[in-house]
């Protein structure tokens, strides 16, 4: 062989190893990352180990790139060479003759090799396949194990079964429901909910509150909650499979009372003798005991305000019954009533209930008053204008209170200036001049002479808060604030002093039915408002609206996806209307049930329209 | 848009109608200032009905004690939460006596606790301005009463909104007479009626 030859022979050696490193690296880092994966951890984690490894094989063999480590390669295969090849690419020994040497060295290297490789990378695959099989075969066997029928169940949350134990007050029986989609019972009913299997990974939940998940016996869970006094949703969650139990409370109603006797509203001329006093009550669950309840108003606004005093009479215990009568007289003699007094009767039943009550029904309200004398022979009395005694009373008190105000604000720091106190006080005196005018003419009559007859007492009060006015009218005129304040309080209390000697009367009667002539008055208003534009208000009751949309997307749904969109929608609509919360529990049992949803969706579709608006087109109202 | 209609509450507790004279006087007084579509009358409307729901605002009043049945509270509260408005007058602009002590009392077990109105409320100047809060009425300054010029009124409110407005001010003793008697009046008291119904139909 020629020296140009052998060079060229040991090139073509150099790449056929390479490349056969080069495979057999990739075949080792494949049954590397097959073995990886079988064993732990995922697809990134085992290219990446595979890579390495794959690596590692080509830096470990990279002699062979090179010429000489190519030669090195066929000369340890081949001892017959005698380092002649080596010796041929070598540039110091150029010029001798290059050996010969055999290709079929080649192939047993390929050989050797890449079937290794091939070998460890079908071995890793074998592995994997067993290990995938392994796992099957346990799953396999957990799901065998939860079949129906089987020790455990699929899910452990079918068959489920609700214990329903309502309160004990109310004496209604305990029953069971079987797979519950709705449970309606009195607000404190125990729901007890059972299922099969262990408690093992097994949630309920109601809202963000956890229940207790504890074993009934060995092969059963169970889960109780109080039904509360809102609608809501227990929650069961058993490996990712949940199912919703809607709690729909009914609420214990309070008692229905009415009062029989007295069967209307009286005026007494006197208070003597017993009233009797009949009333009858009923309740949805049982009565627990009733009274009348009496209040006694005396007094009048004008003289210190309406005030009185409350008791109870014929309290009576009703034993659970369902409708009782209450009786029972009240005395009027021992209430001591004056004329003018008020006498309120109502009477009161309260139900049995333990749990959210006692639930408390009144009847109407009844009034006995005692008539005063000046009500015996009054027939029709023309309204008249206010006595003088009052319209002078109220500007004096405005003058009192507008002083009070200049003087505090006097008091402040810093001072009002001295101009605007001499300008307020003079107003002020001036209009306490003008009182005073007021008050002597109502003395001693206008420039025609008269004046009013009263009798001496008042006439002297009169005059003594005139001359209280006068004085304060001139001290107010030279600023002097603080000294006219005295006077005005004694023409002030004068004043009263007066109108509480004047007798009055007022008549209660059918008042009159004002129709108002909307258009003839329409924008004559005097007065002259300052505001912007407003925008009218919206209602904030938007669960109604909100369950709309909610119906009209779950409306274009599959009908077996729906089903607990239903219940939730349940719970939420209780607190718009019962019945539309009956509305949707219809459609999520029959959704449930495998029936068609679409009666009952319709029914809650129609009562959250609302009725028929037909727009009459009337211009929206503003503000002016 | 609909045509508003000026309620009045009934209530079993009470003389709930001690004031007949003020709803057409506040009716009136609301077409004469603004372009509200009111009613030429007012309704009664029973506390412990549905029929609430139609009323954005609801005027009560009374000088006996005020308790509601279990009934009207119930159906009060859900008025209120659907962001209706109660307005409650004492006929007897008293805060010792019955009609306060026993409204008080419920409106705070039915709506919540009442606490004074700022004067600087928007209901002070959603329409007519009153900077100096509720205007005075002659029956405070009369003296009748608890002899006290309020200088608040009360509310419960919800946010921003007044749920229910409480007066201890007698508004159904000043505005109770014939709406044409108007004429004669330097000044028209009746504005502020206007105000309450203006916020209410507005917040």
Known sequence: ?624 | MTTFVFATGRYASGDWDSAPLVPPNLIDSVARYTKIDVAPTGVIVDLASTDVFDYPLIYVTGHLPFRFTSAERSRVQTYLDRGGMLFVDDHNHDTGGQFYKTATEELTKTAGRLSDLPNDHELYTCFFKFPDGPPDTSHELNGWGDNLVHKHLEAVTRGNRIEVLYSSKDYSSEWGYHPDTKRFLAVDNTKFGVNIIVYALTR
């Open chain 1, 1 to 624: 062989m020629r020296l140009g030859e052998a060079i060229a022979a040991v090139r073509r050696v150099r790449a056929a190893l390479a490349t056969i490193i080069v495979v057999q690296g990739l075949l080792a880092g494949a049954a590397v990352g097959v073995l990886v994966a079988s064993v732990r951890g995922g697809e990134v984690v085992a290219v990446a180990v595979g890579l390495l490894a794959a690596a590692g094989v080509v830096w470990r063999s990279r002699a062979v790139f090179s010429l000489e480590g190519a030669a090195l390669w066929v000369e340890e295969r081949d001892r017959a060479l005698q380092y002649a090849l080596v010796t041929a690419v070598d540039p110091r020994y150029r010029g001798h003759r290059a050996p010969a040497y055999e290709g079929a060295l080649l192939r047993r290297a390929a050989l050797r090799a890449i079937g290794s490789a091939l070998g460890a990378l079908v071995l890793a695959i074998g592995i994997r396949t067993l290990a995938i099989t392994h796992r099957g075969m346990r799953f396999d066997r957990a799901r065998a194990a939860t079949a129906p029928g089987r020790e455990r169940p699929v899910s452990r949350l079918t068959p489920l079964v609700a214990h329903v134990a309502p309160p004990a007050y109310s004496h209604v029986p305990g029953r069971d429901v079987r797979e519950p989609t709705s449970i309606a019972s009195l607000v404190g009913t125990m729901v007890t909910l059972r299922g099969p299997g262990d408690t093992a990974g097994l949630r309920a939940s109601v809202g963000a509150r956890a229940l207790s998940v504890v074993a009934d016996g060995d092969t059963h869970w169970q889960a109780a909650v109080s039904m509360p006094a809102t609608a809501t949703v227990v929650r069961l969650s058993d490996r990712g499979t949940d199912r919703l139990v809607v709690l729909s409370p009914i609420p214990d109603a309070p008692p229905t009372v009415e009062l029989v006797a007295p069967a209307r509203d009286s005026t007494m001329r006197a208070a003597h003798g017993t009233v009797p006093l009949v009333a009858r009550a009923s309740d949805d669950i049982g009565l627990a005991d009733g009274y009348f309840e009496v209040i006694v108003s005396a007094g009048e606004e004008e003289t210190g305000g309406v005030q009185g005093h409350t008791f109870t009479i014929a309290r009576t215990s009703f034993h659970d019954v369902r409708s009782a009568s209450l009786g029972g007289g009240l005395a009027l003699d021992s209430l001591r009533l004056n004329p003018g007094d008020v006498v309120s009767i109502r009477a009161v039943a309260r139900d049995g209930n333990t749990v959210s009550g006692p639930g408390v029904g009144t009847s109407d309200t009844r009034t006995l008053r005692v008539a005063t004398k000046e009500e015996y022979d009054s027939i029709a009395v023309e309204g008249a204008p206010p006595p003088g005694a009052d319209s002078s009373y109220m500007s004096q008190r405005l003058i009192v209170l507008a002083t009070q105000d200049l003087l505090r604000r006097m008091g402040r720091r810093p001072p009002v200036a001295r101009d605007t106190v001499v300008k307020f006080a003079r107003r002020l005196g001036e209009r306490e001049q003008r009182l005073k005018d007021k008050v002597y003419t109502l003395l001693y009559g206008g420039d025609q002479g008269g004046g009013e007859a009263m009798p001496v007492a008042e006439r002297v009060l009169f005059d003594t808060a005139y001359h209280a006015m006068n004085d304060a009218s001139m001290s107010l005129a030279i600023a002097e604030a603080r000294g006219a304040l005295p006077r005005e309080l004694v023409a002030l209390a004068a004043l009263d002093s007066v109108r509480k000697m004047q007798h009055r009367l007022y008549l209660r009667g059918q008042p009159p039915t004002i129709v108002v002539n909307t258009a003839r008055v329409r924008m004559t208003g005097t007065e002259r408002p300052d505001a912007g534009p407003r925008t009218p208000a919206v209602p904030t009751d938007s669960v109604s609206r909100r369950l709309a949309r909610q119906l009209a997307v779950i409306g274009r749904l599959p009908v077996v996806a729906i089903g607990d969109s239903l219940a939730l929608m349940q719970v939420a609509a209780y607190g718009v209307s019962p019945a539309l919360a009956a509305a949707l529990g219809d459609a999520a049992t029959a959704t449930r049930g495998g029936q068609d949803p679409t009666p009952a969706m319709a029914r809650a579709r129609r009562m959250l329209a609302g009725p028929v608006r037909v727009d009459t087109g009337r211009t929206a109202w503003v503000s002016p």
